[in-house]
DNA sequence: TATGATATAGAACGATCGTTCTATTGTCAA
DNA sequence: TTGACAATAGAACGATCGTTCTATATCATA
């Protein structure tokens, strides 16, 4: 009933610590989860990890993750024949959170209803993360109360006229008056298949 | 140059501590955050924040954030007369990262060429999250080699013959032979505005 | 001004931390 | 079988942790 410990499942044993707890285990801890009475083990083990670039210390020595355990790999890394975006960008995205949501304290979640968005890709059932306290650009979609529905619409501003344009070509350009209320601008839409 | 210190100074303090550095302050760390001499008195502070409900003490007597940092409030928390979803799946979404993501290791990121499932709201420089060892079910869209290309197409099986068809009138369907490839099924599509 | 509540400083305490040591057990190749 | 190395146990150490104490400074209000 001997198991042989490879770095890979203490490296698996102590990411899935962190994702539970928020937090890196201690030593004490570490001997618990990877099944050792000793913390001189996982004393031994961690040596290892951090040779192996696994794991880091920060400045006051504590443990960190080298990596984000929730990153994605990119295309060209995984399946070779892939088409390789090779975008910059793309190689900073370790966290969908902070990818997506700049302001988490001024945004907010909307489910899509409605179909006015369509053309624009923007589709029921859609998550669109909606920021306020941010001036709209022409071109821009924003959430507004249009006759005292709220909807999404495409942003324009000519002058002092505002239009706001639906991506659908069943609903008609509206000029709205003076009391206009825009509550934000889209900033993303996410959508996820296979619940 | 007296500074009168809040609940939500020390919060937001500790807060941007935690997603700077992934873990909590220690208390001497925190007295160094909020500019006191004394662990005592960043003890004080924290009492406050346990108490107000803003940190909570783990099993093991750890400090953490009670709430997510970067979570989202949702539509009907934040602006009255904004339709509230009230779905129930709405009120567990506190991370991207975990909302979008069911399989880190099996997934990867693909960015968005051509427009063949453009009347599937998928567009051009969207990200897909692409999960591979998934057995496509009918109607799903797939990541699929087709004549050395790689595309995304909408995958039907009838019997044992398969069908790939894009969402785009322009496109013909395809019905591929027997070295058919298909890279992974999209499990998610994310798009950003105003990089 | 007097008084109580609030906020800060600094010292002290036991508990736990991370680290290091010795000693023992298990594994595999010579 | 034997030797070399890897892995584990357990004890010990100083350092830092979180907590609690007393004492002082600041502020609002009576």
Known sequence: ??????????????????????????????????????????????AKLLDAGILQKDSKGFLTLTRNPRALK?????????????EEELRDIVSFDE???????????????????????IREKDLVIVENNREPKNGDIVLAEVDGNWTMKYFHKKGDM??????????????PRADLRIAGVITAVVRKYHK
């Open 162 to 175: 505002v239009v706001l344009e639906a991506a659908n070509s069943q609903y008609s350009t509206i000029m």
């Open 99 to 121: 990818y997506l949501v700049r302001n988490p304290q001024n945004s907010f979640l909307l489910s899509v209803t409605g179909d006015s968005m369509i053309d624009a890709g």
């Open 74 to 86: 990119l295309a060209g890394e995984v399946c070779a024949g892939i088409p390789v975006p090779a």
């Open 1 to 46: 009933m001997k198991v042989k410990r490879t770095l890979q499942d203490v490296e698996k044993k102590i990411t899935a610590f962190f994702l539970d707890n928020g937090r890196m285990p201690s030593y004490s801890e570490i001997a618990e989860i990877i099944g050792v009475r000793s913390k001189s083990v996982a004393h031994f083990w961690v």
